[in-house]
């Protein structure tokens, strides 16, 4: 299993941006497909974004939220734009060796997690 560490959350008002990142240790993170979910307070974790082999998007983000990879400094990034309140969750990223899916049961190396808030 790879070693994952989020960062990048924080506050934000309606119509803001937030960037997260995900690195990773120990490992090479081209090789694994990388996850993005977000939780919030009595919700199921959800899908936002994966990439590998494919990228995929979440209804609710596509046109707001990309992802990508930057493999010179080994992590995998979120830039979230045009946020709402309904974005406010703690955000996990997750890897798996493979394609990218878009089942939190896939992915088998999970973060930490950080907070996002948007308030109105």
């Known amino acids: 299993q790879v070693q994952l560490v989020e960062s990048g959350g924080g506050l934000v008002q309606a119509g803001g941006s937030l960037r997260l990142s995900c690195a990773a240790s120990g490992r090479t993170f081209s090789s694994y497909a990388v996850g993005w979910f977000r939780q919030a307070p009595g919700t199921e974790r959800e899908f936002v974004a994966a990439?590998?082999?494919?990228?995929h998007y979440a209804d609710s983000v596509k046109g707001r939220f990309i992802i990508w990879r930057d493999n010179a400094k080994n992590t995998v990034n979120l830039q979230m734009n045009s946020l709402n309140p309904e974005d406010t969750a703690v955000y996990y990223c997750a890897a798996r060796s493979g394609i990218a899916t878009m089942s939190p049961r896939d992915f088998g190396s999970w973060g930490q997690g950080t907070q996002v808030t948007v308030s109105s």
């Open positions: 990439i590998g082999g494919y990228i």
